[in-house]
């Protein structure tokens, strides 16, 4: 009896973490969406991030957010998977940042002040 409940037991722990698990793994095949949250460690006070169609004529906000400096944005999801440009508006200045790929699933990109503007990481 005691073995027959040991393996009912082991039966649903397995069962259990399969179902668990199975939600994070359909997010590395299918993520169709990015989640993007952003830290600002410039000195600049970021308004507004957006994507630049391929031919640089439209433009589409993806977070429209005062982000000051030292600051974390919310999370934003958006349908970007792929390779874009993306633009960093700040209160001073833009920047166009060129072929950020980006895979679907949650980013976390710090953005940091460099000699020739801003520089991104992803984290």
């Known amino acids: 009896m005691k073995a027959a409940m040991k393996k009912v ?6 069962v259990s973490c399969c179902a668990m698990l199975s939600g994070c793994l359909t997010h590395w095949a299918v993520d169709s969406t990015t989640r993007l949250q952003v830290e600002n460690r410039t000195s600049q006070t970021i308004v507004e991030i957006g994507i630049v169609s391929e031919d640089g004529s439209a ?8 982000i000051p400096a030292g600051g974390k944005s919310l999370v934003y999801e958006a349908d970007w998977v792929g390779t874009f440009t993306m633009q960093v508006n700040t209160t001073e200045s833009s920047f166009r940042f060129d072929n950020i790929e980006l895979e679907g699933g949650s980013e ?14 992803f984290r």
Do not use: K, N
């Open 9 to 14: 037991s082991l039966l649903a722990g397995m």
């Open 59 to 66: 433009y589409r906000i993806w977070i429209q957010d005062t």
């Open 108 to 121: 976390y990109m710090v953005l940091t002040d460099s000699t020739d503007g801003l520089h991104y990481r």
